[in-house]
């Protein structure tokens, strides 16, 4: 009799299942996790369906599983939508199978992990690597060896070498402590009405048990995150898990103490940075039911939870939820899909809500839960614009009187200050004075930012650097080499200069070298150590520095006007964002706006606190112009390594698109960025209404489009966020 086939579904850039043969003597069912050959190595992957027809006259030449894996089924509802993402966004769906079998490389049984411990006395020859080791190990106790190997920087020989002497010897490590429980009511906050009433909404949501939406929708400070904890601490009470989406984990530390403080102890964390071996654990957590809260980056979203029952996206109005390598996904709007699927409620938490989550809101798909008022009755900063064509600073300077004066006071009261720009490195744009050169990268289109601190000129797209010359490649002048523009190390010197006496520090992503080193450094801002901040958006994020009354903006244009049609929605996001940093604990926050354009509808709503009128002129403009929630949009961006193949390829894609009426292809152009890393680069948007399957009409295209070939590389965007 011939064996029964399964469909297995494999973690690689292909969209359909591969047929395998079942062993005798294995029983498999659709979502079990098994290893399988493909080509000439073993992969993990996962049984899609079972096939009943297999074609005959391929059965013999089909190839076995090789086992099931001892972890549990991935259920239904995670292989929908896995289908589901993968159809949307016109993903391989074994990309997007992918990103929930990222358990790391030790699958199955844990493996017995050997450590190492300090025994015996040094060795004869000592070598600087045998003494980082030793010191290493010098409180005596038992480490693990490969941890131990990294923490020193050495390699495993080294710590052979030493066991061979005798000065080290090694033993099996003890299994991981069992997770520890959160408590529901270790400590309740003590909510003002306002808090409680929506507080209660949110548990009340928790405890419905169905697919439900809220907007919890509170200004910055007004307690958003205590609230949702009481719809968290209602999922732990029925035994389910959560999800606390985060935009930025590497932010995440204060958020980690607060929900230790609520619940006793911390969540399980899951995003990119973790080793492979706590990565293997949180995956056995989440998949057992062990962890009741995971806090994570977008990728948390397809982790095989055994018994999801709420998903919480902060910030949710954040883009860096938007995935834009690979499989091109916004987490935010694929979470309230998840939730869908699972039937369960999801909880969208901002303090400026994307416009399409507000359109929802006001159209009643969304429940709206409000947080109106900061708590404990503290003032929205008071935010006033600096008109930089009337009090500008001098020239090379980017600090304005006004903004100095107000700087000054606060250093003097002994208060923080932040100065907002979002823009890494010291100047972006390098040029000669004697001939006009500027410095550009040489493979993107794109000029080579100043960073000082790294002494290199930097593309920020592709990560080439160059030391920066004394003297000027085109012309040979010395020494005549000027920084146009400011970034934040520049505006770190023009502090500096401004206040001697006062301690600065700058927060830029390219500064900071491991989610740890963040870390500390927010903590020595929170505990006061800092006068004057300066930082990129990075500071934007969700912190509370209890000193910081001010915030100056130094550069409010900065995302405005660049064709991005949601830059305005942005640019309000932002700001509001920063100055809600201000005045926190006190009260009594300051914001200034350095702006050429005080009479812009972002910059009034801005001043006059004035967040429905900004949200009704933008909702007003997205329906007249049909762009997104009121309409939908595709990118298609085809690159290749010379500009004709490029464009010979985007016209001949646009020549085949389908005809419907209610579909808009417009293009190709030429990207904004129209070279990156060599590449040329030609952009496609395609525009329809609401109603339309977007996702349906871009495969029936692709599928009869020209096949990109050789180096020509096609990129499918589904409700694009970057039109760079
Ligand atoms: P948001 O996320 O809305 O900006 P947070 O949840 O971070 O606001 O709260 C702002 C600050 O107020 C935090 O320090 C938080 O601990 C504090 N806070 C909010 N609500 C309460 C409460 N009911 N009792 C005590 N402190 C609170
Ligand atoms: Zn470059």
Redesign the pocket.
């Known amino acids: 009799m011939a064996r029964r086939v399964v469909d297995v579904l494999v973690p690689v850039a292909v969209d359909q299942a591969y047929s395998y043969r079942i062993p005798d003597g294995t029983d498999l069912k659709p979502g079990d996790v098994v290893s399988v050959p493909l080509g000439s190595r073993e992969v993990t992957a996962v049984v899609w369906a079972e096939n009943h027809n297999p074609d005959p006259r391929l059965h013999n030449r089909l190839k076995d599983v090789s086992e099931r894996l001892d972890v549990p089924p991935l259920k239904e509802e995670l292989r929908s939508f896995v289908d589901w993402v993968a159809s949307y966004t016109l993903s391989a769906r074994g990309m997007v199978l992918r990103m929930t079998l990222r358990m790391g490389e030790h699958l199955g049984p844990e493996r017995v992990r050997m450590g190492v411990r300090l025994v015996g006395s040094p060795p004869q020859r000592m070598t600087s690597a045998r003494h980082r080791l030793m010191s290493c190990l010098s409180d005596g106790l038992l480490h693990g060896k490969s941890d131990v190997a990294r923490e020193a920087g050495v390699s495993a020989s080294v710590i052979d070498g030493l066991v061979d002497e005798g000065t080290l010897v090694t033993e099996p490590m003890p299994r991981e402590a069992a997770m520890q429980k959160s408590d529901p009511d270790f400590a309740v906050?003590?909510?003002?009405p306002d808090?409680k009433t929506a507080a209660a909404a949110l548990q009340a949501l928790a405890a419905g048990d169905e697919f439900q939406v809220a907007l919890l929708d509170?200004v910055?400070?007004?307690?958003?995150?205590?609230v949702y904890f009481e719809a968290v601490a209602e999922i732990i009470r029925r035994g389910k898990q959560t999800l606390i989406l985060m935009p930025e984990i590497a932010l995440t530390g204060q958020f980690l103490d607060?929900f230790a403080q609520r619940f006793g102890v911390r969540p399980l964390e899951w995003h990119s940075e973790l080793s492979p071996r706590t990565r293997a654990r949180n995956w056995a957590a989440v998949a057992a039911g062990e962890a009741q809260v995971v806090v994570g980056a977008r990728s948390a979203l397809f982790l095989p939870y055994a018994d999801l029952g709420l998903i919480v996206v902060d910030e949710e109005h954040d883009q860096a939820y938007k995935q834009s390598d690979g499989a091109h996904y916004h987490a935010r709007d694929m979470a309230v899909v998840r939730a869908h699927i699972a039937k369960i409620p999801v909880v969208l938490a901002s303090?400026t809500p994307s416009v399409e989550s507000e359109v929802n809101a006001r159209k009643g798909r969304y429940r709206r839960v409000a947080?109106p008022a900061r708590?404990g009755g503290q003032h929205m900063p008071q935010i006033d614009t600096i008109d930089l064509r009337r009090e500008g600073p001098q020239r090379g300077r980017f600090i304005s009187p006004p903004l100095a004066e107000a700087i000054g006071h606060a250093v003097e009261r002994k208060e923080q200050a932040l100065l907002f720009l979002n823009r890494r490195g010291y100047a972006p744009l390098t040029l000669c004075r004697a001939c006009g050169h500027r410095f550009a990268c040489t493979i993107c289109d794109a000029w080579l930012v100043d960073h000082r601190f790294r002494q290199r000129l930097v593309c920020h797209h592709c990560g080439f650097s160059m030391p920066r010359p004394h003297q000027c490649p085109q012309c040979g002048a010395e020494e005549s080499l000027a920084a146009i523009g400011p970034g934040v190390e520049r505006l770190q010197e023009e502090a500096a200069s401004l206040f001697p006496d006062a301690r600065t520090m700058v927060l830029s992503s390219d500064l900071i070298t491991s989610i740890e080193t963040m870390r500390t450094e927010l903590n020595e801002i929170a505990e006061g150590r800092v006068d004057i901040i300066i930082g990129t958006q990075l500071v934007a994020k969700g912190h509370?520095f209890p000193r910081l009354n001010l915030v100056g903006v130094v550069d409010a244009d900065l995302g405005l006007g660049n064709g991005d049609p949601r830059a305005a929605e942005r640019t309000f996001q932002l700001l509001n964002q920063v100055i809600g940093r201000a005045g926190?604990e006190q009260g009594r926050g300051v914001g200034y706006l350095q702006t050429h354009q005080p009479e812009h509808p972002v910059m009034k709503a801005l001043v006059a606190c004035d967040r429905e009128a900004f949200y009704d002129s933008e909702i007003e403009a997205r329906e007249r112009t049909m762009y997104p929630p009121f309409g939908r949009l595709a990118s298609l961006i085809i690159s290749a390594g010379d500009r004709p193949t490029a464009e010979g390829f985007a016209r001949k894609l646009v020549a085949m698109a389908p005809r419907d009426e209610r579909i808009q292809v417009l293009g190709p152009a030429e990207a904004p960025l129209a070279v990156i890393k060599g590449r040329y680069r030609f952009r496609i948007l395609v525009k329809s209404a609401r109603n339309v399957d977007l996702s349906h009409y871009l495969r029936d295209w692709i599928a009869v489009g020209p096949k990109p070939k050789g180096n020509l590389k096609l990129e499918i965007d589904v409700d694009p966020q970057s039109f760079l």
């Open positions: 906050a003590d909510f003002s808090q509170g910055t400070g007004s307690g958003k995150t205590e607060r303090a947080l708590f509370n926190r």
